[in-house]
Every structure is written in structure tokens, then in C-alpha cells.
């Protein structure tokens, strides 16, 4: 099935908790913070962040999200085979290859020059359907998009084709992932002027939107936004739980994720015993330890990570020198009654404690939303209530 691993029952010793419920009342705080009036978008590129597209998407819909943004066709394509018929839109502009795609399965797509609007315009009138397609417009992000002086070009050569709805107008904006205040509120005002420049020429589609996850909590923003004319916003790591900077959000978001294992054995590292590959390692000390089926190739954090712990009995078991591809050992000094088939939490909450993306993510250098990209061996599971369901056996 599309989006989702399954495991054989009785199979699983590492999974991913989803928390679907967790994910609808991020939806409704993220909708109440916002001016009113403003379109959310809930951003589902890389798998949903490594949530499963699948069963995210469907359940965005259910919770009445005004449309999904994945990175590119083959995921749109994706997710109407999961079943959303919520509006799509894809970033990345149609290749000359993929131009019937967004017709045959209707997404939106994403134009930058008038030259891909012409296509897209032919491709489309072939197909005998409408198109939606929003504008992208360049404020200064990686090269992304039209250029200013084009932008009225570009509008114009999806308006006067009849296959093609003109829908939105956007851009990205990278000064939000700072940690300023005001960051990307440059990037915003150049985007007004476009807006201003859409509006002018009487082609200012019905969807005008800038802001993602990290802005989503700062008014500043989000009323310059509402003020220049923005109608929606994209927001995918706040969906989740997951805050991009630090502050962000922090009092009201929760996690979406939690991922665990059971321990597959129990043992001892004598002095001089080898822990590590890289760097022969050697345990300085007699060091019981628990072996646990997840390793590098299950959260590629793992790899870089140093001086992790994870969660068992409720008590934290720092990580020993550096996880194998699949495996794992952690320290049980201080948890001695440790058994096999005991469930450790690499991320979440067990007992008092709690490891969270954003921790692992200042520890092993990544981006926080690049923590929850698991392998395709951790098995996901969805709980879809506020009480939760039994953890595989
Ligand atoms: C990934 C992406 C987003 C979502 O960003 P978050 O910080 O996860 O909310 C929004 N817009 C575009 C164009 C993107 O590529």
C-alpha cells in the first residue's frame, strides 16, 4: 500500500508511532494563530516528512486542510492514488516530460516563465482538462522562480490560456528559518511589490502565499503578510510538531511522531571488547549493554549523532560509540533489570523523560525536519484517537 510499511505481526522490533490526532490539533492551533480568512496548506513533500503521505494526506483532508504541496509529480501522483482529492499543488514546474501529468491526475502546477505556461497550456488542452497553476516569483530564495521584471509576462500567458485556471501567486521565503523576528520580512515586502505589480495589471490570482512554518508564530509576519494580500500559508514541519527554529511555536505544537524499539539482546562488553568500527573503540570497563535493532540505516541522525541517549524503563541509556547500519548498543550501567523485548523510545516521552527531533537535531548537525526521514524498515503505525492503541507485539 502506498505511504505505509507494514511488518508481519509478531516481526516488528522498531516502529514509528504516528499520532494522527496529535496531527489535526497542530492543524486547528496553526488555523487559530493565523489572521483570519488565511488558507492553510499542509505541506506533504518527502513522504509527509517521513509521517507516510498517504495516511497524512488523507487525514489533513479529513481535518479540513485547504489543500496539500508535494515537491514534485510523482508524489501528487502518489497521493491521489492514496485516495486525497483535496487540491494538490506541485513546487517543482513540469518537465517537458511530465506536462499531461498534472491534467490526468489534477494537480496544480507550479509555473516560473511564460514559455512553460505555453506548454503546459498545450499539454492540457490536449488532455481536454483545465489546469490550476500557480505563479512562482523569485524574492531572493536559491533561485526559485520568475524573475520580477517577468512576472507580469508570466500571469499573463496562463490567463489568456483557456486550459489553464490562474490560482495562486507565491513565493518562499529563506529568512524565516532564522532566528530573527523580522527574518524574511524583506523577502515579504519584496513579494508585496509583486503582489502590488499582480494586482496593477488586473491579474492577481485568488491565492496569494509566502509564509511557512517558522512564520506561522510570529505576527509580525503574518500581519505584513495579511496586509500585502496574502490569502494562504504552506506550512509542513509545524504540521508535525517539529519547530525549525529555535522559540518556534513552542508552547502549543506537539510531536507527531514517536519512533521505538525492543531490545533484541542483553549483554556485557568485557575491558578491551571492541565497540565501535571506526575508531576500534575499546570498553575501558565491564559495560552491560542492550543491543537494539536500530542502526544508521534506520535514522541516518544516528550516524552523526554523539553523545545520544535513548529512553528504557523510563530512564535514559546513553548511546555507546556509534551505531552499526542496523543496530545499535546502549549503555545499562545505571539500568541494570533490563531485559530483552523491553521497549526503548528514541524519540518521545517514556516515564519523566522525553527526547525530542530538535534535541537530536542540535546534537547530530542536521535540520529538524531531516530527523524523522526513517528507513524502510521502521514499520509506521498510525493511532488515530486521543487514547492510543497497544504497541505491536
Ligand atoms: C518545504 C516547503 C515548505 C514547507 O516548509 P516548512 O518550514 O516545513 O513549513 C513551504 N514552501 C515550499 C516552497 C517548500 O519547498
Known amino acids: 500500500m502506498t505511504g505505509t510499511r507494514t511488518g508481519r505481526r509478531g516481526s516488528t522490533t522498531a516502529w514509528a508511532d504516528i499520532d ?26 518527502a513522504d509527509a516528512y517521513g509521517h507516510g503521505a498517504g495516511p497524512v494526506g488523507r487525514a489533513l483532508q479529513r481535518f479540513g486542510v485547504d ?21 494538490i499543488l506541485v513546487i517543482d514546474p513540469p518537465l517537458q516530460s511530465q506536462l499531461r501529468l498534472p491534467a490526468l491526475h489534477r494537480l496544480g502546477a507550479t509555473v516560473t516563465s511564460a514559455a512553460e505556461a505555453r506548454a503546459l497550456a498545450t499539454a492540457a488542452n490536449r488532455a481536454g482538462r483545465t489546469v490550476d497553476v500557480h505563479v512562482r516569483v523569485n524574492t531572493g530564495f536559491a533561485g526559485f522562480g520568475a524573475a520580477h521584471a517577468d512576472l507580469i509576462d508570466v500571469l499573463a500567458a496562463v490567463s489568456v490560456a483557456p486550459a489553464l485556471r490562474l490560482e495562486g501567486l507565491y513565493t518562499h521565503l529563506s529568512g524565516v528559518y532564522g532566528p530573527y523576528e523580522d527574518g524574511g520580512l524583506v523577502e515579504l515586502e519584496r513579494f508585496g511589490e509583486a503582489v502590488d505589480a499582480a494586482r496593477g495589471a488586473g ?9 511557512s512554518s517558522p512564520a506561522l508564530d510570529r505576527p509580525l509576519l503574518t500581519n505584513a503578510a495579511a496586509r500585502i494580500g496574502c490569502t494562504a500559508v504552506r506550512c509542513g514541519a509545524a504540521l508535525f510538531g517539529i519547530r525549525m527554529v529555535d522559540g518556534e ?48 540505516s534506520d535514522g541516518h541522525h544516528l550516524h552523526r549523532l554523539a553523545g545520544g541517549v535513548l529512553l528504557i524503563r523510563g530512564c535514559p541509556a546513553p548511546i555507546l560509540a556509534r551505531p552499526f547500519m542496523s543496530s545499535l548498543l546502549a549503555d545499562l550501567t545505571d539500568i541494570p533489570s533490563v531485559q530483552p523485548g523491553d521497549e526503548a523510545v ?9 527526547i525530542t527531533v530538535e534535541d537530536i537535531a542540535a546534537r547530530s548537525g542536521l535540520r529538524p ?7 524502510p524498515r521502521v514499520v509506521r503505525r498510525y493511532r488515530t484517537s486521543a487514547t492510543g492503541e497497544e504497541p505491536p507485539e
Request: glycine share 12%; charged share 20%.
Open 346 to 354: 528514541l524519540i518521545g516521552r517514556q516515564g519523566d523523560h522525553r
Open 203 to 211: 491579474l492577481l490570482p485568488p491565492l496569494v502565499h509566502a509564509l
Open 20 to 45: 494522527l490526532h496529535a496531527l489535526g490539533r497542530n492543524l486547528e492551533r496553526l488555523r487559530r494563530g493565523l489572521p483570519s480568512g488565511q488558507a492553510v496548506f499542509g505541506v506533504v513533500k
Open 67 to 87: 489543500g496539500l504541496v508535494v515537491a514534485d509529480m510523482g508524489e501528487g501522483i502518489t497521493l491521489r492514488r492514496a485516495g486525497v482529492t483535496a487540491p
Open 369 to 375: 525536519s531531516a530527523v524523522p526521514l526513517l528507513g
Open 249 to 296: 511555536g513552542s508552547a502549543s505544537l506537539a510531536p507527531v511522531m514517536s519512533v521505538k524499539a525492543r531490545v533484541t539482546r542483553v549483554t556485557v562488553l568485557e575491558p578491551g571488547d571492541v565497540a565501535d568500527y571506526a575508531t576500534a573503540g575499546a570498553a575501558p570497563r565491564r559495560t552491560p549493554v542492550a543491543v537494539l535493532p536500530f542502526g544508521f
